[in-house]
């Protein structure tokens, strides 16, 4: 579930992608995987036996967890594209927070490097530090992890400090916001 904070529209090279309707500050929690998203595992997709492609494709509608499980979202949240310097990245909460303000039309993005995918996917995020291929490789860098934990860490202390549209959302889910992060 994403908060209604978004819109959807088409970019220019990377199909549809998920942007901001209004200025969403860094430490909303703008995403998590509710009960409502769909949990399949490999079996159920046919994964082993679909081809390269068409793991390809299913990077569009889902991402792959750590357990080997696949999430296709409820919502929106299935067109937030990679980026090597995404402003939302996964927490230890079981919720994605923003890590740099998103001005007003600004795109969202997410770092699929997170999730355990098995395609090589092309990166055109056109950031400084991109990757050019993503590649799923896990355990993580030192250096990728490093990178992350700073952008998280910050975030988070900013948790009680800003709005968070997903608050009772989330407590349905039995996830609170953290007090101390
Ligand atoms: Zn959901
Ligand atoms: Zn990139």
Redesign the pocket.
């Known amino acids: 579930?994403i908060a209604r904070l978004i819109e959807v529209r088409e970019t220019k090279n990377r199909g549809r992608g998920v942007f901001a309707k209004e200025f969403i500050p860094k430490g909303t929690i703008i995403c998590f995987?509710?009960r409502?998203?769909r949990v399949l595992t490999a079996d159920e997709l046919g994964f082993y036996q679909m081809s390269e492609k068409e793991k390809m494709a299913l990077l569009d509608w889902a991402y792959r967890k750590e357990d080997g499980t696949f999430v296709a979202?409820?919502?929106e949240t299935r067109y937030l594209n990679h980026s090597c310097n995404a402003n939302i990245l996964g927490t230890d909460y079981g919720f994605d927070i923003v890590v740099e303000n998103i001005r007003k039309g600004e795109e969202a993005t997410y770092d699929y490097r997170d999730f355990y995918d098995e395609v090589k996917m092309p990166c055109y995020c056109g950031e400084k530090n991109c990757c050019k291929v993503v590649d799923f490789k896990h355990p993580i860098s030192e250096e990728l992890r490093h990178f992350w934990a700073v952008k998280v860490n910050a975030a988070l202390k900013l948790v009680n400090q800003v709005s968070q549209p997903l608050k009772e959302e989330l407590k349905k889910k039995s996830i609170f916001l953290p007090l101390h992060p």
């Open positions: 579930m995987e509710c409502q998203c979202p409820c919502d």
